[in-house]
């Protein structure tokens, strides 16, 4: 393995340990308010979007108000980010790295929302 490749790894693992810590502690936060999601495919697929329904669906179950929002084309990322926003979703949530630049856009524009934008990598041994 290359030390570019390790580094890589390190960094991405480093990523994903933040990202379930401060899942964790926020919890209790996201089921009392209201959080949307968008999808890049179907909520059907048996996979990554099929995945992050059934986030929701656990968010819903805990008492949080939420939406999604699925098969949504590149052309529709930030309108439907700032619809979510205006409508008071916080956070709004990009379900795949899709959705960065879209993010980046809006989040100035309402500096009270979070906006969220979750990917995936293959995983690795640490042996």
């Not at 999808?39 to 939406?67: C, F, R, V």
């Not at 930030?78 to 709004?92: H, L, Q, S, W």
Request: without cysteine.
């Amino acid at each position: 393995m290359s030390a570019s490749t390790s580094r890589r790894r390190r960094t991405t693992l480093a990523a994903t340990l933040v990202w379930a810590l401060a899942g964790l502690a926020a919890a209790p936060a996201l089921a009392q308010g209201k959080v949307a999601m968008l999808l890049p495919g179907s909520i059907n697929d048996q996979s990554w979007n099929a995945g992050g329904y059934a986030a929701m669906i656990k968010l819903k179950a805990k008492g949080a108000e939420t939406a999604y929002s699925e098969n949504v084309p590149p052309a529709d990322h930030i309108e439907t980010m700032k619809d979510y926003a205006r409508r008071g979703f916080n956070p709004v949530i990009g379900h795949s790295g899709r959705f960065l630049s879209a993010a980046q856009r809006v989040g100035p524009e309402f500096e009270k929302t979070t906006f969220i934008v979750g990917s995936g990598a293959a995983g690795f041994s640490m042996a």
